[in-house]
């Protein structure tokens, strides 16, 4: 046991940090929209419907596609663009898909190795990009439940308002929808952009985010 | 086996609910649109949400009435139109109330209704 909380503590703190979050998020959610159902002349509704709702939905839909979005771009732009000095970049020789003997695959696979890797054909091309294709499509799935999630709460706003409805077309070229989608994609790109740069100069005793504390400003693919 | 079919009636009571509530919607509109071609003030009032109320002779109300045609809801907020009238809702504590009646569309913002609206 103790042994599994050390090999996953990763996964399992980031998993605890998440729901306890959600849940927050839950209540802080339901407390704001209520305020505003009652300032506009409506009732409040409690949490576990505020939880069903298309409010709900959209709020976090909206976050998660923004995440999936910006490991998606990393994971990719990490194959073809370094940054010199950053511990999460590539050296230089190495940019692109690299070769089979680099990437252990074909022939070239060890006894360890996953089937896949020694498999050749789609099966080896498709796990060489299972992890960004699975960020892609957890991206778009997310993106597409804050379309239909925000549709439905932005009607609801148009109705409360006295205005007509919107198709689920009009909604995505609606600037409710883009204003959503870049207000999030914004941070996302400045925080992947200044990691990138502060990983040159700053250090973290430790972390495998960083490169060792004495390593230095110019040397790139080392992390501590 | 049983619990399969406790899914598939919760399935199909969830997916019923969107028009349970159109239908509840669209009771409202009709109650409210028979009140207004029956001139009964006092049915009319009540029919309306609060706020809807404040700046309105329940007695004098000149609407078109008749049958309502289309209903739209979304979440709290619905939507009804008649051959000549185009009503807002909410739902309430207390069920459907009208909060906009006698509505003409505005481009670009919202509907200028002769009681209630914005």
């Not at chain 1, 409506?42 to 490991?71: K, M, R, T």
């Not at chain 1, 074909?106 to 990009?129: F, K, M, V």
């Not at chain 2, 049915?43 to 109300?61: F, G, K, N």
Request: proline share 4%.
């Amino acid at each position: 046991m103790k042994k599994f909380l050390r090999d996953n503590g990763l996964g399992l703190a980031f998993g605890v940090l998440f729901l306890g979050s959600l849940v927050g998020q839950a209540f802080s959610g339901n407390a704001d929209v209520n305020a505003r159902r009652l300032a506009d002349g409506g009732d409040p509704i409690g949490l576990w419907q505020y939880v069903l709702s298309s409010d709900f939905a959209v709020d976090v839909a909206e976050n998660w596609q923004s995440e999936y979005l910006q490991f998606f771009l990393f994971i990719f732009a990490t194959v073809w663009l370094m940054q010199r000095g950053s511990n999460e970049s590539k050296l230089a020789d190495r940019l692109g898909p690299e070769s089979d003997e680099q990437q252990y695959l074909g022939r070239h696979a060890r006894s360890e190795s996953p089937p896949w890797a020694r498999a050749g054909g789609w099966r080896t091309r498709l796990y060489s990009n299972s992890l960004g294709l699975v960020m892609l499509g957890l991206f778009l799935g997310s993106w597409l439940t804050q379309s239909i999630a925000g549709r439905s709460a932005y009607n609801n706003e148009q109705l409360v308002d006295f205005q007509d409805p919107a198709s689920w077309w009009d909604y995505v070229l609606s600037a409710d929808f883009w204003n959503r989608s870049l207000q999030n994609w914004q941070s996302e790109f400045l925080a992947i952009g200044s990691m990138a740069i502060f990983s040159v100069y700053l250090r973290q005793r430790g972390s495998s985010e960083s490169k060792p504390v004495g390593a230095p400003h110019d040397r790139t693919d080392v992390s501590g | 086996m049983l619990r399969r079919l406790g899914l598939l009636a919760t399935v199909l009571a969830v997916a019923g609910c969107g028009s349970g509530t159109e239908d509840l919607a669209r009771r409202a509109a009709d109650e409210f649109a028979s009140a207004v071609s029956a001139g009964d003030s006092a049915r009319i009032c009540s029919l309306l949400t609060e706020r809807a109320r404040e700046h309105v002779d329940c007695a004098a109300v000149d609407l078109p009435g008749g049958e309502v045609e289309e209903v739209v809801v979304w979440g709290d907020a619905a939507r009804a139109r008649t051959a000549s009238d185009t009503l807002f809702l909410r739902e309430l504590a207390v069920g459907w109330r009208v909060s906009g009646a006698g509505c003409h569309p505005v481009p670009d913002r919202p509907y200028s209704c002769e009681v209630g609206g914005p």
